[in-house]
């Protein structure tokens, strides 16, 4: 019997695939890197690469981060796209989405195109890349969207920076609707946030830190969305960490605008009260809140206006992240153990069911950078990106065992469920628990 | 725990103790020094016992060793207590002091006193007192005064009780664990 | 004399970081520690053994001349050795990074340091990654936890103790890490803080901690039993909070004509350097309520016993350490 390329065949895994409305037990044979057919006892007449058992498994598509830190180029030393890409299929992740904030910028084709290499070479996750909506994320003149479109770039942010001119961000999305491609926004008013280093409260009153209000980043996404409504661009708005945040995209979405949104485990997870001994690895940008932002984000999720969960891996040398925790640098890296992460923060509290989270980590995003016809689903000639997970296996989170170079995790110890089994990218399986 | 002095006992010792004093530094002015803090409490005995005998006021004062100590490294017992005032009862330079302390073991604290003491003047002379002389010098340091002399077990540690700190008069030998 | 504590009570800390982690006896111990070491400063042979052999860094990545020399005097009368190191930089500048600085002066095997830096939290991060004893002498805005215990120390001296004491704290609150150690101190030993200033320099939801809040120095001054002035630090204002040192001396300046409203035995302090004329009057400063000075004073005494105090308990984890 003749072999078929690329070809895997799982069997009897319950299958999640939020676009096609199933969640059922079933077969998914994959040949030549496709989806070939979702049914129950599917039966090959062509002999298969490899044979997943994955009874007692979930089996979904392929998970999509779509704000990750890859840090190439510039900063090799914290992260590369292949390192980065390792941890990526160790977390499940079948395609990433990296942000433009690298040293230089991502800003032009040639850099489009060196991260796509870079992600093929690696030869693990889909590597896509969103460029710089200005030049050298300065917010003043825009960059080059338009070859950087053409490149391959999926959407447009300055990651790390907001635009704070009112007439340039105008412009940044009058222009880039004429790709139809996303402008993804880090909202935080500048001049606002000064220099601040956490949430602005009680907490960095009683620990003498400057601190960023919550209304530095609201005002900036109001704004915003008073500009798309003018402008009608397709408009995404990054990590949202406030109750006000969720108030304001709540009453987008529900005057129709094509707006969408991200929110990241640790704006779930934590609150501002976890920075009581000045440890960096709290120390994130938007910065951690209280307890009823975290609450009104979870609401969010539930009721559906939340599009997105993202890990927003930002990767650090631990020489970096042992400053003072004024001077140490944002972000905390934990892509390998997102899933785990969203699955205590949503499914063990049963604020939705499995479905709804896979779709937040599946098709939704994949809409948002318009993989959509492609990727994010489990029908018949997509991408066979799937991953497969253990939802009753527990696991200890170690990250000196990451295959991310970064250590900046507070993580670290946390017992977790969900274990990522499999992941498989375009029907090769690239990272299995096994190995 | 063996009782070494009852309370009529411990008041014949401090009354010897006095009456040495008295013999030995009759016609000189001198100042009694408690060390902190049972060696206060008998000084201050002493000085009154010494009043009546001299027909006037003989003055005392407290020393705090505290930072005098040579165990600040190998800290135990006596030195973790806080530091304390160390309250003079005026200038000492070219007087006679009268240091006075409850028990004379290793000979540790005399020590630490003495260099307590200059750095606050230059006496003319010093001496020292003691309740109970337990024996077991580290110290080259020998008591001038000594109301009682006990034959106490290196593991034995000999604990004195005030009236005034605790209720009754009473010196008696001790396990070392027991403390 | 201040009355002495329990005697079962055991100083166990080998840093001092902040006051806000202190309890109320841990206070009043190093209060009296303090009194023990005043009387050596009084004394014509100013120093004690103590510290022999011992080695203290005065790290200081900010200019403050009269912490630094009160730290290094402190030092001295305990007979510790003491380097001086002095950087000036920003709290972001790059290069040498703290703990880099740090672990050199560990290889030299100092056994105190006493840092003063500009970022909130750098103590604590010392104290997390070097084996020396810390000692806080100011981080950011956080806490300056020996100016606090000097200031109530000296309140102490004076008033016997703080319990139902009316305290106001005036200036700029939210830049400041005085106040801050002095919030907690205060507080924790039963004075009523009422914190004055301008709504720009007040941290925010300043409501939350355990103090009044006043807008009004005219409004509060009559039922002050103690008035701290805070010194303006105009390094700190990029962010213009008043419009001039003119209208603050207006509404916020310790003026003679003010003190005429103010009881009569009011204590007067500042933790200096004092800016003559715009936080406080001269007249005030120099005056008759001024315990200003009696504050530099006591600042070598309470340091002495913090010294003292950390480089004890560092001592006893030693042993204990050694005993496992």
New interface residues.
């Given amino acids: 019997m003749k072999e078929a390329k690329k070809s895997v065949l799982i069997k009897n895994g319950r299958v999640i695939d939020p676009v096609n409305s199933v969640d059922e037990v079933c077969d998914i044979l994959v040949l030549d890197g496709k989806i070939a057919k979702v049914a129950k006892d599917i039966k090959a007449d062509i002999a298969i690469e490899n044979t997943i058992d994955a009874t007692g498994k979930i089996v979904t598509p392929g998970l999509i981060d779509i704000h990750v830190h890859f840090r190439e180029p510039g900063d090799e030393e914290e992260e590369t796209i292949a390192s980065g890409s390792a941890a990526a299929v160790a977390g499940g992740f079948t395609s990433v989405v990296c942000m433009p904030n690298t040293d230089p910028p991502i800003q032009d084709e040639t850099s489009v195109e060196f991260v796509h290499r870079m992600g093929r070479q690696a030869r693990k996750t889909h590597v896509y890349v969103m460029g710089a909506m200005t030049k050298d994320r300065k917010g003043v003149e825009l960059a080059e969207m338009g070859l950087m479109a053409k490149a391959g770039a999926v959407g447009f942010t300055d990651d790390g920076a907001g635009v704070q001119d009112s007439a340039v961000m105008s412009r940044v999305l009058k222009y880039s609707s004429m790709f139809g491609l996303v402008v993804s926004q880090h909202c935080q008013d500048a001049a606002f946030a ?1 220099r601040g280093v956490m949430n ?3 907490n ?6 400057p ?1 960023i ?1 919550a209304l530095a980043e609201e005002m900036m996404l109001w704004r915003d969305i008073q500009l798309v409504k003018k402008t009608g661009a397709k408009y995404h708005a990054q990590h949202l960490s406030t109750k006000g945040s969720i108030d304001i995209i709540r009453q987008a979405k529900a005057d129709g605008l094509n707006v969408t949104c991200e929110v990241t485990p640790h704006h779930l997870l934590f609150t501002d009260d976890c920075i009581k ?2 440890d960096t690895n709290y120390k994130v940008n938007p910065p951690l809140r209280t307890q009823k932002d975290v609450a009104a984000i979870t609401d969010a999720i539930k009721d559906g206006i939340v599009d997105a969960l993202v890990t927003d891996h930002a990767p650090h040398l631990m ?1 970096e992240k ?6 140490a640098p944002f972000g905390i890296a934990g892509i390998e153990c997102a899933l785990g992460l969203y699955i205590k923060a949503l499914i063990e509290t049963e604020v939705i069911g499995w479905s709804q989270l896979i779709a937040m980590l599946s098709s939704r995003p994949a809409k948002i950078i318009g993989i959509d016809d492609e990727k994010g689903a489990l029908s018949e000639g997509y991408w066979a990106d799937i991953t497969i997970i253990d939802p009753e296996a527990k696991y200890r989170v170690d990250i000196n065992k990451f295959e991310s170079k970064a250590r900046n995790c507070p993580y670290g110890g946390w017992l977790l469920s969900g274990k990522v089994e499999y992941t498989i990218v375009g029907g090769e399986i690239r990272f299995s628990s096994d190995i | 725990m063996t009782i070494l002095l009852k309370s009529p006992d411990v008041t014949k010792s401090i009354d010897k103790l006095a009456s040495l004093i008295f013999n030995d530094l009759q016609g000189e002015e001198f100042y009694v020094v408690g060390i902190r803090s049972r060696g206060e409490v008998l000084g201050k005995r002493l000085a009154s016992v010494l009043s009546e005998k001299l027909g006037t006021e003989v003055s005392s004062g407290t020393l705090d060793i505290a930072l005098y100590r040579d165990d600040f490294d190998d800290p135990h017992g006596e030195s973790l207590r806080a530091v304390g005032i160390t309250d003079l009862p005026g200038d000492i330079s070219d007087k006679v002091i009268i240091l006075a302390d409850d028990v004379l073991h290793t000979g540790r604290s005399c020590r630490a006193a003495l260099d307590a003491i200059v750095d606050f003047g230059r006496p003319a002379k010093i001496r020292l007192a003691v309740l109970v002389d337990r024996g077991q010098r580290e110290f080259p340091i020998q008591a001038d005064y000594v109301g009682f002399t006990a034959e106490v077990g290196s593991d034995e540690m000999v604990r004195v009780s005030f009236k005034e700190t605790d209720g009754e008069d009473l010196v008696c030998v001790v396990n070392s664990d027991e403390d | 004399m201040i009355r002495r504590r329990d005697k079962g009570f055991k100083w166990t800390r080998k840093h001092l970081i902040g006051l ?1 982690e202190l309890s109320r006896e841990e206070i009043e111990f190093i209060l009296d520690t303090a009194d023990g070491f005043s009387q050596i400063n009084k004394r014509s042979i100013k120093k004690s053994p103590t510290l022999r052999g011992k080695l203290v860094v005065n790290m200081f990545f900010e200019d403050s001349t009269r912490t630094r020399n009160s730290f290094s005097l402190a030092a001295s009368r305990l007979s510790a050795d003491v380097i001086e190191f002095t950087k000036k930089s920003s ?2 500048s790059k290069g040498e ?3 880099d600085t740090a672990r050199n002066l560990e290889a030299m095997g100092v056994d105190t340091v006493v840092l003063r ?6 103590s ?2 010392l104290s ?2 070097i084996n020396a004893a810390i000692v806080n002498a100011g ?5 300056h936890p020996t100016q606090a215990l000097l200031d109530v120390y000296t309140i102490k001296k004076h008033r016997g103790s703080l319990d139902g004491l009316k305290i106001g704290i005036v200036g700029d609150i939210a830049n400041s ?1 005085v106040a ?1 150690s002095n919030i907690w101190a205060m507080t924790k030993l039963g004075a009523e803080v009422t914190l004055v200033a301008p709504p720009t320099l007040m ?4 409501s ?2 355990p103090v009044r809040v006043s807008y009004d120095l005219d409004e509060v001054i009559e039922e002050l039993d103690v008035i701290n002035m805070l010194r303006i630090q105009f390094e700190r204002l990029s ?1 213009n909070p008043f419009p001039s040192k003119r209208e603050y001396s207006k509404w916020f300046g310790l003026t003679s004509e003010r003190m005429k409203r103010a009881k009569d035995d009011i204590i007067v302090m500042h933790p200096g350097p004092m800016n003559r004329g715009v936080e406080i009057e001269s007249a005030v400063a120099d005056g008759k309520n001024s315990v200003i000075l009696e504050q530099v004073a006591n600042g070598i005494s309470v340091r002495m016993a913090v010294l003292y105090l950390v480089n004890k308990a560092a001592a006893q984890i030693e042993k204990e350490r050694g005993k496992r």
């Fill in positions: 000064g602005s409260g009680y960095s009153t009683i620990l003498g830190l601190g209000d001994d000045y020489s042992e400053l003072e925790f004024l001077a | 806000r709290a972001l990074t703290l703990l830096h500009g970022a909130g939290g750098a604590k991060l997390r990654k981080d950011g805005f956080n806490e890490r801050r941290p925010p939801q300043v939350k901690l962010s």
